[in-house]
């Protein structure tokens, strides 16, 4: 080989060497530290607060290649005061910025009446959605079928549209969807099914701009918690695949710590995952009010990325439980952190232990989402949307938790009846939103210890 020909290939392989880098580092690590400075804080803006009408909860969301946010809706009625039928699950569209919202029902999608089916089979939950270059994607969420315990979440299935919602496929490509019976549950036919401790049951994707365009490595990131009971919960785990492979695990890389040098660790075996970051203990349930017994939905993160200032944004909670264990007895936790990486470190900016939307602290506000789109063209603020059951009682037990409740005037006959009961005894059971301004430090020292030290 030629002196020329031989430089020329180093040349080039520095140059690939140095895009490989930038891919894994660069564009992927332009945190806080950035931009307007390190965020501090929050400033939770309680004369905001807005709601939707109608009743539900869930609302995980993504942003839409036609610019809507698609937004799923578990347990409810929609986003009307004229009910037509209660869902188990449903998908909607939101257009428009708060607090002028237009909302509207995604007909193609499978939606699943709440008395659909017998009892004894799985029900499988809409969480976890994603658009991505043109196509949407969704987990649904099992509950297994245990008996003397708590019931756990132990399956996880992806369904996908590639026409804006008019078709959904399965994750082999078939339709319509279908919900696989006990029978037919396994992991050819789930995303994750019956695995270690019921880890990657419930799925929470990166949202990054508009139909994923913010993205430039060409990996989608997934989140979920480690298991189903304390100390596992609170054990945040995610993997990555690329994005045209996400129907394919045998592509999934689990992140699976880091090396001696700071970076990320991928394994193809789920049994080598690591946190990528770990919850506050104390706060899931052990105990159910709810007939069924399931563990809550705790510790599910909403992680965004905030292009304008270069940093990840994540917020979770957790359960507020009383002394036995049981659910929502008390207000839960709220938490916000950010970080430079979607693996992290997650260093928090935020942490309320008696979390209480405009003061209410009768409330029991879960599952907060940072709705992706309403991101302020600056970074610099961002709307949180969650529901709250204020006032959720058994239905064996007359006194409602949270003095400000009030008793139901009609008994359930009926999916729409009982819906309209559920409205009545918890009010705030819906699509609520608050308006969030981020705090910025005025220090420019390189870490917050030295900022603290400095004070």
Known sequence: MSARRSFIKQVLAAAVTAGQAMWAGGALSQGPNSGEGRISGLNLRDATIFRLPGMGDGYKMTWGADGQQFIVQNDGIGFTTKPRRFYKRSLWKLDGHPPALTVDEVP?????????????????HGHGLLAVHGRIYQ??????????????????????????????RNQDGSTPVRDENWAEQSRSRLAFYDEPDGCFSLLSFLQMGQDYRANRDGYIYVYSPNGNTEGLMN?????????????????????????????????????????????????????????????VETWLPSVVWNEPLGVYMMVSAGTGCASDGTEFAQPGYLGFWVSDTPWGPWRRVHEDRAWAPGGNTDGRPYSPQIAPQWLAPDGKSLWLVWADLQG????????????????????????????????????????????????????????????????
């Open 235 to 295: 054990q945040l785990m995610m993997f990555r695949v690329p994005i045209a492979q996400m129907l394919e695990r045998t592509a999934y890389e689990f992140y699976a710590g880091r090396t001696a040098e700071g970076a990320p660790v991928w394994r193809p075996e789920i049994e080598a995952r690591q946190p990528v970051h770990i919850f506050p203990e104390g706060w899931v349930n052990r105990t159910s009010l709810f007939e069924g017994d399931i563990v």
């Open 392 to 455: 959720i009682r058994s239905l064996s037990d007359p006194a409602p938790i949270g003095s400000s409740a009030q008793e139901p005037d009609l008994e359930p006959q009926g999916p729409l009846a009982e819906a309209e009961m559920m409205r009545q005894a918890m009010p705030l059971l819906r699509f609520n939103a608050e308006r969030i301004d981020l705090i910025f430090s005025t220090c420019r020292m390189q870490s917050e210890q030295e900022c603290i030290a400095a004070k």
């Open 139 to 168: 987990s649904l969420g099992a509950l297994d079928r245990a008996q003397g315990r708590l019931r756990h979440w132990n399956a996880a299935k992806l369904i996908y549209s590639d026409d804006g919602g008019r078709i959904w």
């Open 108 to 124: 193609g999608y499978p939606a699943v009446d709440h008395v659909a089916g017998p009892e004894d089979v799985p029900h499988y």
